[in-house]
C-alpha cells in the first residue's frame, strides 16, 4: 500500500547559493518542515544522491575541494 506523508508547510531553511575558495568549510543549511512522520532529509549534488554525515539536516563540507562545485539540493 502506498505510503503518505504529510507535511505542514514548505521547508523553512533550504539551501542557497554560496560562494567558498578551495580548503574553505562551508555549512549547506536545511531544515524541514515538522511532520508525520518525522521527515528524513537526503541531500543531492547534480541531481545524484549523497551518503554523507548530517549535522543536524545541514550539509557540511571541511575542506572544499573543486570536485565539490556543484547544485546541492536537500
Given at each position: 500500500a502506498p505510503r503518505c506523508v504529510e507535511l505542514d508547510k514548505e521547508f523553512p531553511v533550504a539551501p542557497t547559493s554560496t560562494s567558498v575558495s578551495i580548503g574553505e568549510r562551508?555549512?549547506?543549511r536545511c531544515e524541514?518542515?515538522?511532520g508525520s512522520p518525522p521527515p528524513t532529509v537526503y541531500w543531492s549534488k547534480d541531481g545524484k544522491n549523497l551518503?554523507?554525515?548530517l549535522d543536524h539536516f545541514d550539509l557540511v563540507l571541511p575542506s572544499v575541494q573543486s570536485s565539490d562545485f556543484g547544485a546541492y539540493r536537500c
Open positions: 562551508v555549512r549547506l524541514p518542515p515538522h551518503s554523507l554525515p
